[in-house]
């Protein structure tokens, strides 16, 4: 959710940290603070801090006329450190006191924070009851001050890490940590419980984020911290301790992620850019992974459980949001083409009720573009408790779900920053087929030539994903001409109901309207009150298996006055008698015509929402990375 950078070395802090948090202000974008502590030969350590309300650009403003002056007066540095925050607020406002870092009552100690502080009203207490006062609404600043107590009881010379430790093991919640000890000047502590935080490694230098593209410019050797790791950084070197036992072993890895992908480019938005970039993405997403010769999907990730997917019988999705979406079609496609049963939940639902398990047979799926979703990182947990198999479909290597997971399979989409996922869902739904044709495959209910015509397709979709695009002006147009309504319906039937969901979020995510996603059968039981002259419904309409029911549908809402926009397949002669407006989409298979139609709903939503003046990179009150619940 919030953004968090840090770094330790021998070059200028203060460019490095503005740099790494512009990243990350998708996660986040409240509100943003940071310390910066130069040891120089002229005199001890100096403190530069500053924060800022609203985004980062207000934090670089300020922090040009006030720190960097000073900073440009201390020429002799033998040490340099600093941690940065970018704010999406949980408990209290957006403003300067609630903005991190946080510090203690001699502000000496300096903490940023993602995550929850479950128990922080009894702590902050007890802590008040012990003389501290406190500055801000926050459960983050509980850990600054419960640091500073912990310090206090410790006799002799005390490391800051101890007394970190000490502070975390009396708290109960999520956090990613970074924390900075004045009188210890030449070293950064990380802490991480169930929210993301990875360690950069550079040549004499060292970097903290919660996100790698915070780092990618400087380096692309990282280590992630594992749920409660207590990390060490100085300019020598990085240790990683555990709270409650010791630490395993990590190797390094190598992000691969293109530096270009994290730039717009001609684009004028992260999100047009990102809706253009599926002819690409879902290209990336299949590349290797289908055996045309012999008609069959291939999924590395999935050979060392390969055998336990024939005695599969029930299959278990779970994501939030978009990624549920995609969950959702996939429930669809496995049912149709492997004949399992699947059921398909939000996440956040998921992990309250107490599931029913056959570890043998069940198989949990779950979809997080991040990998750090909160709410479906706990549902995979649960799954795992009770034994039952589990693999994830993300887009982040090395990201928690892509750790637990027993086995998965990575989008390889490359960075995606609009706040409102476009081509991460739509490689997701890919990925999905996939499965469901190698599922189908494997139990046998699916036919070799019935196989090769999916993937024959798939191949096929990034060339017509091309033509739509082509279509953009037609569709920035409809777009325009239906921009001062403040209601919409979104209705599609079988696979393109979870079509008619996504076009909704979409909608309400980017331009703040009022929408609706159904059902096109549901619509005459009960929401069908709602249509009137003002109350525009958006159709899901291809020539498919439910094309005439959803034809009746439409008859229904003109004969009621409201406005229509259909999005139908290419030749349909019929359509345009009823609707008002039509955005045609090419042929295609009718279990791949949401991923078509998907692509139409987003360039609505973006010349919708542009139109309307709203930030659609950055949406109010949204973040790219849910990591609390």
Known sequence: MCGIVGYVGKKNALPILLEGIKHLEYRGYDSSGLVIGVHSNLKNTDIFFDKSVGKVSNLEAKVKKSIRPKLNKITKFNSQIGICHSRWATHGIPSEENAHPHFDCNKEIYIVHNGIIENYAVLKAELIKSGHKFSSETDSEVIAHLIEEEKKKLKGRVRIEKAVKNALQKIKGTYGLAIFDVNEPEKLIAARNFSPLLIGIGKGEYFLASDATAILKRTRKVVYLEDNDLAVLTPRGYKIVGLFK????????????????????????????????????????????????????????????????????????????????????????????????????????????????????????????????????????????????????????????????????????????????????????????????????????????????????????????????????????????????????????????????????????????????????????????????????????????????????????????????????????????????????????????????????QLFAYHFAVARGCDVDKPRNLAKSVTVE
């Open 246 to 601: 010791r630490a395993s072993k990590r190797t390094p890895q190598i992000i691969d992620w293109n530096m270009e992908k994290m730039k717009k480019g001609e684009f004028a938005h992260f999100m047009l850019k990102e809706i253009y970039e599926q002819p690409e993405s879902i290209s990336d997403s299949i590349r290797g992974r289908i055996d045309y010769k012999n008609n069959k999907p291939v999924l590395g990730g999935l050979q060392l459980i390969k055998k336990d997917l024939k005695n599969i019988k029930r299959v278990i999705i779970s994501g939030m949001g978009t990624a549920y979406y995609a969950g959702l079609l996939t429930k669809d496609y496995i049912e149709e083409l492997a004949k399992i049963s699947a059921v398909a939940e939000p996440a956040s639902e998921f992990h309250h009720r107490k599931q029913i398990y056959s570890k043998d047979s069940d198989l949990f799926l779950c979809f997080s573009q991040s990998g750090e979703t909160a709410d479906t990182l706990s549902a995979l947990c649960d799954a795992k408790s009770h034994g039952v198999l589990s693999l994830g479909i993300v887009n982040v290597v090395g990201s928690s779900i892509s750790r637990t997971t027993d086995a998965g399979v990575y989008q390889h989409i490359g960075p995606e920053i609009g706040v409102a996922s476009t081509k991460a869902f739509t490689s997701q739904v890919v990925i999905g087929a996939l499965l469901a044709v190698l599922l189908g495959l494997e139990h046998k209910t699916l036919f070799s030539h019935e196989a090769k015509s999916i993937l024959d397709e798939i191949k096929k979709l990034p060339l017509k994903i091309g033509k739509i695009l082509e279509d953009s002006d037609k569709i920035k147009q409809v777009a325009n001409n239906f921009q001062k309504y403040n209601n919409f319906l979104f209705l599609g039937r079988k696979y393109n109901f979870p079509t008619a969901l996504e076009g909704a979020l979409k909608l309400k995510e980017v331009s703040y309207v009022h929408a609706e996603g159904m059902s096109s059968g549901e619509m005459k039981h009960g929401p069908i009150a709602m249509i009137d002259s003002t109350f525009p419904c958006i159709m899901i309409i291809p020539k498919d298996s439910v094309y005439e029911k959803n034809i009746s549908n439409a008859e229904e809402i003109k004969a009621r006055s409201g406005p229509i926009i259909a999005i139908a397949t290419e030749g349909d002669n019929t359509i345009n008698k009823i609707s008002n407006e039509t955005i045609f989409i090419p042929k295609t298979l009718e279990i791949f015509t949401p991923i078509l139609a998907t692509v139409v709903l």
